[in-house]
């Protein structure tokens, strides 16, 4: 079968959603994509278009790639419009005269911003919001601007006056109609919408008809009002809604309908055979859906019909929830009540700016409607409603009324819902589909997101989506547990509180009194060695606990790829005289070791056979050095810059400060690596605020951060305490640290621990500097006892011969491994990659 | 041809190192014709294992130096790299079995462990 030729005219959202759609299908092969884009990118995401002003970059906001494309053969032109389609021939003519063939057509070509016919409109600085250049143009006219205008207070027009606010200048919403969001919004919404926004330093004007723009005085423009009133802006941004962008169609003979739109059929045809509309250009039962989700469903339904299928496109619902200049608003259905008969119930609340109206059916059987501003909880349990046509409860009213204690009126039970709701309308994921998601093994949100695209597009379904699926799960009997493994069940905080409290000492006896049997294993052997190492500290390859280390600590060095080892000496502050430098090149040297500076300003060591540990640690325990812990879940590095000492603008001796806690904490094992920096001023040159513990010099002492992290998930630490002296600071760091220890769980960094932890920062700050447990003396006493028994492990390994029998490769001879390869490359060796290794490129000789 | 298959029949005991030489709950390697086996001791059962010493993951000779614990009721090691399982009796990988390795019989007699190869 030869491909069907499909050419895509608009690569927008849902031009884009419907290649992707067949991209996707099993049929894909049938066909051959063109698709054609007046912008100058391929689709990318106008939903989130306003978080460019929050940082977003394009990068971020696109939807696909040219990459992706092309993988996918899709063949695509930018800056190329089609001009003109002639139906008779099924060829489309572009701008750039080129000719193209089909044999199916798709119009996804949009809308486009409508700007009213007012004198005046075509200046500089009078703009749309609709596209990245948009976007480009109103940053750079706001740079020349101190007050901007926006004409329209509808959706758009709000999140366009934020936008403007965002870019600092003062805002004005300038609206016809006598309220904001009059489409979606009843009186009462619109106008607690409007005292909010009010609030927010964003000026409403209500019933204003622009006549005029001219000249100013105070400022660029003058806007003429037909009341006589007038303001002056320096730039307008125009929102009064959108049109179809039909001209197209309209020039080759396709339907059109009177007010715009091309005509569509529940199929998505046009009148014109073999070629269809959808997105915001389609008009069906004389309706034009301006939103996403809808465009989306008709790409759905168009390759259905054209790959054989049966789908239609029979309306959607255009309920909305979303937040505007920080407010939030929802309306659901039949807002305003058109529906012949319909009934209402409202509840206002003055003092807390919330209003909410329920519009239910003559005989209060269904729901018709509603409108929430303020407080928005009931808009999943309302839309479903709504949209399922489920009874309403005997006093429906109870649906929007506050609870005695204060939270959001009765929610429906999630078992109530069909299996055919709707929950995601942007990606279409009904419950049925959460349901099985779940049966099929998902059961976080982050699986569910993989699995279904569910709470993908604009996150509103997100709460219920995740009350579907914990409802689901309780269904299945899945218990959420949090046992550390098959050998114990219990979680590490609470085995942590077991040794601490029964003074348990070995792993066994642990097993003994409190497992499930067995032997234990690679999960719980390395945890409960470091909890025993957090609270009695002793020795960690004392014969008890050396069964437990992990990898690392077992060897007291990291264990590279290859199965050799790296050696990290601890350079606490990163201090470091010449002497100790020039005896660490030495070893490296003699050794010949992969040497690299890391990123916790100390020096690592690369390469190191486990035969050679006990030779190198001797000269390094002799030159003065210590174990630098890099194998354990301990503390790794105090990061300093040079503060106070050599800086010009250091107030506090950071470097010092440094020192001092890094030989306070070395070697506290805990449930996963901590790590500290200390900036000598507000520069903050250690970047103090991505480490678990940071300390930021003030003119008065010392900011405390803590919880922030680097790595793969970076979080800014939360300031904690501010202006601490020495000894107050140390005090908080111990606490914090020892609850740390006490309550994580296994491998949770200290950020996600605070995320988790019920109460977050003011929880944590109420334990540590208001000692609401009663415990603030306790930590610190554990604390002071495990710093007491601080060894270098290293300096104990090599004064014990029994010890070192350990560090050799074979039992039973000297040989060393044979598997080890290596290459030169800029100037040191590093292990041979698998393709050098078949290529038996010449290795170095390893020295033995 | 038929000289291999017949010696390799044969059991043949080689004698490793004393069983003094071995800590509980750890294992060691040993060089056995030029072969690495990673060697157990299992401090409550008072039982060695052997099994190859090179993980086919990780691709590196490193099992002698993992985990010894318990996955239901098999003994296993987990290897130091990438923590898969390997069956200390059989040498089967639980997570990827078509990366199963060689497990060997191990005895101690006179306080010497020696390994059938
Ligand atoms: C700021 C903003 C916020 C929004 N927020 C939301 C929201 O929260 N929720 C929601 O559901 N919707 C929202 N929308 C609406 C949503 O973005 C649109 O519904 C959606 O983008 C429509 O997709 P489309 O593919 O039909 O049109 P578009 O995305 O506009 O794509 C049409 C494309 O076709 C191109 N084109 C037109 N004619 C031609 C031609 N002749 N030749 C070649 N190319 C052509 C256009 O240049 C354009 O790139 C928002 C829109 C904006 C602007
Ligand atoms: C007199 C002013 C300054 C001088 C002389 C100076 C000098 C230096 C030097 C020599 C380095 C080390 C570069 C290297 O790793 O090789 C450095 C690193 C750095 N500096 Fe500065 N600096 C100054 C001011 C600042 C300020 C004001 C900031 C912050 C706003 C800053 C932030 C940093 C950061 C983040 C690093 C990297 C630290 C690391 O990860 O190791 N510096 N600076
Ligand atoms: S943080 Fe302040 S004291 Fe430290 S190096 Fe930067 S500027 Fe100097
Ligand atoms: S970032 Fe990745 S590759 Fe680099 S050191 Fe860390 S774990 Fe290794």
Same mark, same amino acid.
């Given at each position: ?5 499909? /050419? ?12 992707d759609g067949? /991209?996707?299908s099993?049929?894909a ?5 063109l698709?054609?884009s ?13 978080s460019?002003?929050?940082g ?28 003109d ?9 572009l701008a750039?005269?080129?000719v ?8 996804a070509t ?13 200046q ?14 109103i ?6 601007s101190?007050?901007?205008?926006v004409?329209?207070?509808g959706?758009l027009?709000?999140?366009a ?6 870019l600092?200048?003062? &805002?004005h ?5 006598p ?6 919004l ?18 409403v004007?209500t019933?204003?008809n622009?006549?005029?723009i ?7 423009y003058?806007?003429?009002f ?9 730039m ?33 045809? &046009? ?13 069906w ?23 054989g299928?049966e789908?239609?496109f029979t ?25 012949p008969?319909?009934q ?10 919330v209003?909410k ?5 003559e ?11 303020g407080d ?20 429906p009213?109870q ?5 005695s204690?204060?939270s ?11 299996d ?6 942007c990606?279409d ?13 998902c ?7 993989a ?15 995740k009350?579907?699926?914990?409802n ?11 046992h550390?493994?098959?050998?114990f069940?219990?979680?590490r ?15 066994d ?17 390395p ?27 077992i060897?007291l ?6 199965? &050799? ?15 100790k ?17 890391t ?10 056979q486990?035969?050679?540990l006990?030779?190198i ?42 020192i ?8 506290l ?20 605020q ?7 010099a ?11 992290n680097?790595?793969?998930?970076p979080?800014?630490g939360?300031?904690?305490? &501010? ?6 600071l140390?005090k ?11 309550t ?16 977050g ?27 007491g028994?601080?060894?270098?492990e290293?300096k104990t390994?090599?004064e014990?011969?029994?010890k ?11 040989e ?11 100037d040191q060796?590093?292990p ?12 170095v000789?390893?020295?033995? | ?6 010696s ?25 014709d ?17 099994i190859?010493?090179y993980?086919?993951i990780?691709?590196?000779n490193v099992?002698s ?5 318990t996955q ?9 790299l ?15 079995p078509?990366?199963?390795?060689t497990?060997?019989a ?6 010497k ?5």
């Amino acid at each position: 079968m030869s491909k069907q030729r499909v /050419i895509v005219v608009g690569n927008g959202m849902v031009g884009h959603k419907f290649i992707d759609g067949i /991209i996707n299908s099993d049929h894909a092969e049938n066909y051959e994509i063109l698709t054609f884009s007046e912008e100058p990118r391929l689709a990318y995401d106008r939903v989130k278009l306003s978080s460019y002003f929050s940082g977003s970059t394009v990068d971020d906001l696109m939807l696909t790639s040219e990459e992706h494309y092309q993988s996918a053969g899709v063949v695509y032109t930018l800056n190329d419009k089609v001009v003109d389609i002639d139906h008779d021939s099924k060829t489309v003519k572009l701008a750039s005269g080129k000719v193209e063939g089909y044999d199916k057509l798709i119009l996804a070509t949009g809308s486009y911003p409508f700007v009213p016919p007012i004198p005046g409109k075509d200046q500089p600085h009078c703009l749309v919001y609709r596209t990245i250049e948009d976007l480009e143009d109103i940053t750079a006219s706001a740079q020349e601007s101190k007050v901007g205008v926006v004409v329209g207070g509808g959706l758009l027009g709000l999140e366009a006056a934020n936008a403007l606010k965002n870019l600092g200048l003062e &805002t004005h919403v300038v609206e016809f109609a006598p309220r904001l969001m009059a489409v979606q919004l009843d009186e009462g919404g619109g106008n607690l919408l409007r005292r909010k926004v009010e609030a927010l330093d964003v000026n409403v004007h209500t019933e204003k008809n622009t006549k005029h723009i001219t000249a100013g005085e105070k400022h660029r423009y003058r806007m003429e009002f037909a009341d006589g009133s007038y303001l002056e802006t320096d730039m307008i941004l125009f929102s009064a809604g959108i049109r179809p962008q039909d001209e197209l169609a309209r020039n080759c003979g396709i339907d059109v309908g009177e007010r715009g739109g091309i005509v569509i059929d529940n199929f998505c045809r &046009t009148s014109v055979e073999d070629i269809y509309a959808i997105g915001e250009c389609a008009l069906w039962d004389s309706k034009i859906f301006g939103l996403v989700a809808p465009g989306y469903q008709m790409a759905k339904v168009a390759f259905s019909h054209i790959d054989g299928g049966e789908e239609q496109f029979t309306g959607a619902d255009m309920s909305t929830k979303l937040k505007l200049l920080g407010v939030d608003v929802a309306s659901v259905g039949d807002a305003h009540a058109r529906t012949p008969g319909a009934q209402t119930y409202t509840y206002e609340d003055g003092v807390n700016e919330v209003y909410k109206r329920l519009i239910v059916s003559e005989d209060r059987k269904k729901l018709l409607g509603a409108v929430l501003v303020g407080d928005v909880e009931a808009y999943g349990t309302l839309q479903q409603m709504c949209v399922n046509s489920m009874d309403l409860p005997d006093a429906p009213e109870q649906l929007i009324l506050p609870t005695s204690d204060g939270s959001a009126g009765a929610a429906m039970g999630v078992d109530a819902l069909p299996d055919t709701a709707q929950l995601c309308s942007c990606l279409d994921v009904t419950k049925g589909d959460i349901v099985e998601a779940v049966q099929g093994g998902c059961c976080t949100m982050g699986d569910i997101k993989a699995k279904t695209e569910a709470s993908t597009g604009c996150g509103g379904c997100a709460a219920l989506v995740k009350s579907v699926m914990d409802n689901e799960l309780k269904n299945l009997g899945v218990e959420v547990n949090n046992h550390l493994c098959e050998h114990f069940s219990y979680s590490r905080a609470e085995l942590a509180d077991i040794v601490r409290v029964k003074k348990i000492e070995s792993f066994d006896e642990l097993l003994e009194s409190h497992g499930n049997g067995g032997l234990g294993c690679e999960i719980c052997k390395p945890t409960v060695g470091s909890i025993l190492a957090s609270f009695w500290n002793d020795y960690v390859l004392e014969d008890k606990h050396m069964g437990l280390q992990d990898t690392n600590d077992i060897y007291l060095g990291n264990m590279q790829k290859d199965g &050799t080892y790296s050696i990290v000496p601890r350079v606490a502050g990163g201090e470091i005289t010449p002497d100790k430098l020039i005896v660490l090149g030495e070893v490296a040297k003699e050794y010949d070791l992969y040497t690299k500076i890391t990123g916790g300003q100390r020096i690592d060591l690369f390469g190191a056979q486990l035969h050679e540990l006990p030779a190198i640690w001797k000269k390094l325990v002799d030159a003065g050095f210590e174990t630098g812990h890099a194998y354990g879940k301990s503390l790794r590095t105090v990061k300093s810059c040079v503060g106070s000492t050599w800086c010009r603008y250091g107030v506090q001796d950071s470097v010092g400060m440094a020192i001092a806690l890094e030989n306070r904490y070395k070697g506290l094992r805990s449930p996963h690596k901590i790590k500290f920096a200390v900036s000598g001023c507000t520069r903050e040159c250690a970047e103090a605020q991505s480490k678990d513990i940071g300390v930021i010099a003030t003119e008065n002492g010392w900011n405390l951060y803590v919880c922030g992290n680097g790595g793969m998930r970076p979080r800014h630490g939360d300031l904690f305490a &501010t202006d601490l002296d020495d000894e107050t600071l140390v005090k908080y760091i111990d606490r914090v640290l020892m609850f740390y220890i006490r309550t994580a769980d296994r491998l949770q960094r200290t950020s996600v621990w605070l995320e988790n932890l019920e109460g977050g920062l003011d929880y944590l700050r109420e334990v540590v500097i208001d000692d609401k447990l009663s415990i603030g003396q306790e930590l610190e006493d554990d604390m002071t006892s495990n710093i007491g028994k601080y060894q270098c492990e290293w300096k104990t390994t090599i004064e014990n011969p029994e010890k070192l029998k350990r560090f050799r490769h074979f039992v039973n001879s000297d040989e060393t491994d044979s598997n080890l390869a290596y290459v030169v490359e800029r100037d040191q060796r590093r292990p041979a990659n698998e393709k050098e290794r078949e290529n038996h490129i010449p290795t170095v000789e390893v020295t033995a | 041809m038929s000289e291999n298959a017949a010696s390799s029949q044969q059991t043949q005991w080689v004698e490793v190192c004393d069983k003094n030489a071995l800590d509980a709950d750890t294992g060691v390697c040993a060089l056995i014709d030029g072969k690495q086996i990673a060697i157990f001791y299992v401090g409550k059962l008072d039982e060695v294992f052997a099994i190859d010493n090179y993980d086919p993951i990780g691709k590196a000779n490193v099992l002698s130096r993992g985990i010894i614990g318990t996955q239901g009721e098999r003994i296993c090691v987990a290897s130091p790299l990438y923590k898969e399982h390997y069956d200390l009796r059989t040498g089967e990988c639980l997570e990827s079995p078509e990366h199963s390795i060689t497990a060997y019989a191990v005895k101690v007699e006179n306080g010497k462990v020696c390994v059938a190869v």
